[in-house]
């Protein structure tokens, strides 16, 4: 089976003692890249670190995460912005809007939103949209800057049916799926039967939101075949196939080699 993690946060201080562990946990089943979104400006050596020492294999996006977005988002937005002018990157992530932890810059984080949306299309870059308790205001930015130039995924979906049917007609997005499904109270299995495999791609988000029976320990992009195998019970097809469909899912809205 062949699997993307399109969404990782493995540069972080929990793999430190085992990086090489997990990818080779990774590689054993099946994961062929794994996707590095950025948070802050902290965050870009150690995700630079990593994508230099396995590159081409682990591949970083660059973005301002909508929970770093505070007093400093000026400074903090500016320096991100500057990395698009020293290397390349596979998308504009992780930006969105967060409205579940603190509402205090709820206004900041949209204008850093629709500027990085704007980065985005300068860029030719797919972006990677971090949307908790916040659908609504992100898909209302997406249409402010432009859905019809933009590209991209809702990562660690789990809205509503009437959320899932208004990203699908932005036209241009995927759902990233992680380990939120399979768990027992969750409502993705039944929201997700609204829609196909062709508007979905595979990711961790690890090391948070570890499926089932890992829930509440680390995540690792080795779970990814658990996600995998949610999705092949659901929709009543082979791992393989859900590997084969994602996979050709992310290759196409990241432009991966």
């Not at 670190?49 to 000026?74: E, Q, R, Y």
């Not at 800057?145 to 990562?155: D, M, P, Q, S, T």
């Not at 049917?165 to 036209?171: H, K, M, R, V």
Request: with cysteine; aromatic share 8%; proline share 4%.
């Amino acid at each position: 089976m062949k699997i993307i993690d399109t969404h990782s946060h493995i540069y972080a201080e929990e793999f430190d003692a085992d990086i090489d562990a997990t990818i080779a946990r990774a590689k054993a089943v099946g994961v062929e890249k794994i996707l590095l979104p950025n948070i802050d400006v902290a965050s870009v050596d150690r995700l630079h670190n990593l994508a230099d020492t396995h590159k081409g294999f682990c591949i970083p996006m660059m973005g301002l995460h909508p929970t770093s977005v505070g007093a400093d988002w000026k400074t903090q937005l500016e320096e991100i912005h500057n990395q698009f002018l020293q290397r390349q990157y596979i998308a504009v992530g992780e930006i969105g809007i967060d409205l579940y932890w603190d509402k205090t810059y709820a206004k900041e984080q949209e204008l850093v939103f629709e500027e990085q949306l704007r980065w985005s299309i300068e860029y030719d870059l797919p972006v990677a949209i971090h949307s908790r308790d916040a659908i609504a205001e992100c898909v209302a930015c997406v249409r402010n800057v432009g859905a019809e130039k933009l590209r991209g995924v809702f990562h660690s979906f789990g809205g509503s049916v009437e959320e899932l049917q208004d990203i699908l007609s932005l036209q241009n997005f995927l759902l990233g799926i992680n380990g939120v499904v399979t768990f027992k109270n969750s409502t993705l299995p039944v929201v997700l039967r609204q829609t196909d495999l062709s508007h979905i791609i595979i990711e961790t988000d690890a090391p948070y939101l570890a499926p089932v029976p890992y829930r509440g320990k680390r995540n690792e992009p080795s779970y990814t075949a658990l996600v995998a195998s949610k999705l092949a019970e659901m929709y009543e097809v082979s791992q393989d196939e859900v590997g084969q469909i994602t996979t050709s899912n992310a290759i196409r809205l990241f432009a991966i080699n």
